[in-house]
């Protein structure tokens, strides 16, 4: 028992940021989509489709930044269908998300068979973000919040600067309040003239985009090569994180961090044989403590009002 | 009404979309008849859910296949499997399809090869990683097991060796006397990997720690990085997996943080040249080709397991490519006569870790 103390160290807390990265750009992602109205439980669905071409545009090109642009895109893109499905042809959130999910699997698939020959992973990719890891010069220095925040690798970085932007963007800016209008009152939104369509593909594209980025940090970041089912279940933490974070971008980034200490805490307890008990219990510790966490938050966190409600102004036709 | 038929059209239009592509994969992979022989002998392989390409044991049998092609002139088929439920399906559907000899790839697989085989009687069925249990499996199946703790043991010896006696050979060498080991699931060949690599370890370096990760998914890249860093955190420079496709994470972690990894199933140098010291292979290829052979010549061992090992050329360590002339000519001689003490059947390796005393 004397070695517990041992784990509670500095590389605890990077590693906290490392396994929290793609967590917490997901649910970013479903935080925006979600206050605009729009239930996302496709993130897991879009990341894998991200990390696939993010992998496989910077293996074709050699350029891990095309593959970064890439990831970014085609989740973007990827996503745009469960926007039509769900905003224009109305049909239910939770069954267009499913079924995204579903699809991303097949495609992926489908694709590794397509430009490789065989399912399974990709080869390794020649340089991966990772060897772009840079150092702020002088904030890095700053003792234990240095090497955490301020020595980090690229998509990282971008997902420090993205939650403090859709902090922003959320609570100060026109923009942000028609995002909430949406999710809380969209016909409101609509008499004062702006369009809650226009408003909600947005947020579902965007939601897109972030989880196409926690993609692309599996695949060329944290990672050389694109696998399979690489994501395992990142996307749907991602949305108890958004739950638990209360819809608010930076209640999202907390609880990913939470769940990623959680994650880096079970692998030290087992390096140091923490209890004897079967490592399945260490295994599932992260996600009985999101649970737990989730439980013991969401009552004080409401969801927006018009989540997962259809909006739909009849035209008058002639 | 309008609105409801259109989300149905979308709906059905994804679903046919999803359907075609699991079918897509699913598609049988026919090789060209051979022309010369006038009704050749068709073998089959069903994969578990990993499927073709995952670069262990599923390409392995597949290789097997290729190379009873190439010597037997049968004709291979694989089908693979996108979910649990194909297996019985897929296995069956070989079988009727007038294959003599069906393969069934995976531990996971082994119930649904047993209920194959007993409503296939005409034909053969053999399941690699599977017990048969001689007492109540019918005839025409077999079981293929492999004395992995073998091969993990090998490579526990040079780890064991490396890590402090002769760390002095490479710079990726620490002074500490740690090494470890990602795992994928906890399974029986995941356990036998293991418990061998750690009586191999503690057999030539008895003070070394031999420090191991449980990640829970075979295609878990991210969490097998983190597993091999938290160990190099630890101290150890020398990572040995037997995680699957998460193992891939931790021969990565290894790579950029400057220590050695040993990979597993197959001769993993490729994945990252600087890196992989050896892996513990499972000779795969050679002991399904071996059966085929056997089925040819009307030897196949039905209604018992077959248990390949050192001696059968199927367990052992790959070359050590470009660490040849790094590795000490000591540790070379320990390995050998390792080996030629394990063929004699001087060494016994306990296959689980209560019997290995692990904690």
Redesign the interface.
């Known amino acids: 028992m004397s070695g517990i103390l041992s784990v509670f160290n500095l590389n605890l807390l990077i590693a906290t940021i490392r396994l929290s990265t793609p967590i917490t750009l997901a649910a970013l992602g479903a935080t925006i989509c979600e206050r605009a109205g729009i239930v996302n439980i496709a993130m897991e669905g879009i990341m894998i489709i991200g990390s696939f071409f993010a992998a496989v545009t910077a293996l074709a090109t050699g350029n891990p930044w095309l593959g970064l642009l890439a990831g970014l895109l085609a989740g973007g893109i990827f996503s745009l269908i469960h926007a039509v499905a769900t905003i224009s042809l109305h049909l239910d959130h939770v069954v267009s998300g499913a079924v995204l999910n579903i699809l991303a699997f097949g495609i992926t698939r489908y694709l590794m068979v397509l430009f490789f020959g065989h399912p399974g992973t990709t080869d390794a990719i020649p340089l991966s973000l990772y060897r772009f890891q840079w150092a702020i010069p002088g904030l890095s220095k700053i003792p234990v919040l240095g090497p955490i925040f301020f020595n980090q690798t690229p998509i990282v970085y971008f997902s420090f600067i993205l939650v403090i932007f859709f902090a922003f963007i959320m609570k100060k800016t026109k923009f942000g309040l028609h995002i909430r209008a949406a999710g809380e009152h969209p016909l409101a939104l609509e008499t004062i003239g702006v369009s809650v369509f226009k408003i909600r593909y947005l947020a579902v594209f965007i939601s897109g985009l972030t989880s196409g980025l926690a993609g692309a940090y599996l695949s060329i970041e944290n990672n050389v090569s694109f696998t399979e089912g690489m994501t395992n279940g990142r996307g749907f933490i991602a949305l108890a994180a958004n739950i638990s974070g209360g819809w608010t971008p930076l209640g999202s980034f907390l609880s990913s961090l939470f769940f990623g200490f959680a994650d880096a805490l079970q692998v030290r307890f087992q390096i140091i044989k923490l209890v004897n008990v079967p490592s399945e219990i260490f295994i599932i510790f992260p996600y009985v403590a999101t649970v737990i966490v989730v439980a013991g938050l969401v009552r004080k966190s409401r969801s927006p009002k018009a989540l997962g409600n259809d909006f739909m102004i009849e035209k008058e036709r002639d | 009404m309008k ?1 409801n038929l ?2 149905f059209l ?2 059905s239009l ?2 046919v ?2 359907l075609s ?2 079918l ?2 699913c598609k049988k992979k026919e090789e060209p008849e051979a022309e010369e022989t006038a009704a050749p002998v068709k073998v089959g392989m069903a994969t578990d859910v ?6 262990s044991f599923n ?1 392995g049998a597949y290789n097997g296949l290729l190379l009873g092609k190439e010597r037997l002139g049968i004709v291979p088929t694989v089908v ?1 499997s996108k979910q649990q439920t194909d297996y019985v399906p897929n296995l069956s559907g070989l079988a009727e399809d007038g294959h003599k000899l069906v393969f069934a790839v995976g531990f996971l697989m082994a119930d649904a090869l047993l209920e194959a085989a007993k409503n296939n009687p005409d034909a053969y069925f053999a399941g690699i990683d599977i017990f048969v249990d001689p007492a109540t499996a019918p005839k025409n199946v077999m079981g293929i097991l492999y004395k992995e703790e073998e091969s993990g043991y090998l490579a526990g010896v040079l780890a064991g060796l490396m890590t402090k006696k002769y760390a002095s050979a490479s710079p990726k060498l620490n002074d500490k006397n740690v090494v470890g080991v990602v ?1 994928g699931m ?1 399974i029986p060949p995941v356990e036998k990997f293991e418990v061998g690599f750690y009586q191999g370890v503690k057999a030539v370096n008895p003070d070394c720690q031999v ?7 075979f ?5 097998g ?3 091999a ?3 190099i ?2 101290g150890a420079d020398i990572i040995f997996h037997a995680a699957g ?1 998460t193992g ?2 931790a021969i ?1 972690a290894a790579k ?1 943080k400057g220590v050695f990894a040993i990979g597993v199933d197959v001769d993993q140098n490729p ?2 040249p600087d890196t992989v010291l050896t892996s513990a292979v499972k000779g795969i290829v050679n002991s399904t080709y071996l059966t085929i052979e056997a089925m040819m010549q009307d030897r196949f061992e039905g209604g018992t397991t077959k248990t390949f090992g050192i001696n059968e050329d199927s367990t052992g360590i790959a070359p050590f490519h470009q660490f040849d002339s790094m590795i000490p000519q000591e540790v070379k001689d320990i390995i050998n006569q390792t080996i030629a003490d394990m063929k004699a059947g001087k060494i016994k390796i306990a296959t689980t870790r209560a019997e290995a005393g692990m ?1």
Request: hydrophobic share 45%.
């Open positions: 609105r259109k989300s979308i709906l994804v679903l979309l999803v592509m699991v897509f994969s990993g499927g073709l390409g995952d670069k390409d693979e795992l906890f420090i191991s990760v449980t990640t829970g998914s295609t878990d890249q991210a969490k990085k983190e597993a860093l938290a160990m955190e630890n496709l891939l994470g990565n950029e994945v990252a904690k």
